[in-house]
């Protein structure tokens, strides 16, 4: 049996030949190193709210909007990592020009990961109070409902914890209630589209917070002039969301 020397230092590596390093030793005394956990955000839109946001600002090229675009650099402040992006709308009938831009910006879209949820219409008794008139009024249908149930479900199963809500709809009040009162550890955060005031019922105490989204940041989220989906054919940018003389995309102001 070999005798050791004071020159000696045993096994190579330190103790039971394990490298022995700062890692190891915080490993051995218990210390916890792990790396912050960053929120998983979900970004819920009210399609018909944000289309007529964007449509009183009279610039039809913000309707071209990449919702990834937008969401991440909604989402950056506060340090979460989007997750799920949904899209709730639905078909008016009717203008079938108007439903051709509708699909290839639905299209868009799904190219970029959103997950689109589609409501529908109904034609409702319209009347001018002044001359009588009686008219057939078409009106959307589920997408308040839709984008509820989207954000409910996926708190409910633990995909999110923080919950981005854009939309003013005052109806969006009892999602709120909800959020807070099934899931109090989880934030839900009003994202009021441009041009509109954010509701009280809104606000805090029932939304962790309310931040208002600037025509700027619609300016800096469009979509390139051709999508390229996964599968099929290649999407282009309808000729009513042609961009004004001299503008130029964000990925090309770098």
């Known amino acids: 049996m070999k005798t050791k020397t004071p020159g000696d230092r045993g096994p190579p590596g330190g103790l039971l030949g394990v490298p022995f390093s700062v890692a190891t030793a915080i490993c051995l005394l218990g210390v916890n190193m792990s790396i912050p956990h960053r929120a998983r955000a979900g970004f819920y839109v009210d399609g018909f709210n944000l289309y007529h946001s964007i449509d009183d600002l009279?610039?039809?090229?913000?309707?071209?909007?990449?919702?990834?675009?937008?969401?991440?650099?909604?989402?950056?402040?506060?340090?979460?990592d989007v997750v799920e992006i949904v899209f709730c709308t639905a078909f008016f009938p009717g203008d079938f020009s108007k439903r051709k831009r509708h699909e290839a910006y639905i299209g868009a879209l799904e190219a970029e990961g959103v997950k689109v949820v589609v409501g529908h219409t109904t034609l409702e008794d319209a009347n001018c109070?002044?001359?009588?008139?009686?008219?057939?009024?078409?009106?959307e249908k589920e997408t308040d409902i839709n984008v509820a149930l989207s954000l409910f479900e996926a708190a409910a199963s633990d995909r999110i914890d923080t919950a981005f809500l854009v939309s003013?709809?005052?109806d969006q009040a009892a999602t709120l209630k909800f959020m807070r009162r099934c899931f109090p550890a989880k934030q839900t955060i009003v994202l009021t589209p441009p041009g509109r005031n954010t509701p009280a019922h809104l606000q805090s105490p029932l939304a962790s917070k309310s931040v208002r989204i600037s025509e700027s940041d619609l300016d800096l989220s469009i979509l390139p002039p051709m999508v390229k989906p996964a599968t099929g054919r290649l999407i282009t940018r309808p000729i009513e969301y042609q961009p004004p003389t001299g503008w130029l995309h964000p990925d090309e102001r770098r």
């Not at 109070?129 to 009106?139: A, N, T, Y």
Request: positive net charge; contains cysteine; aromatic residues 10%.
């Open 129 to 139: 109070h002044r001359c009588d008139h009686l008219w057939k009024q078409p009106r």
């Open 58 to 80: 009279g610039k039809p090229y913000l309707k071209w909007l990449s919702l990834a675009r937008l969401a991440a650099r909604l989402v950056k402040p506060f340090s979460a």
């Open 168 to 170: 003013a709809d005052t």
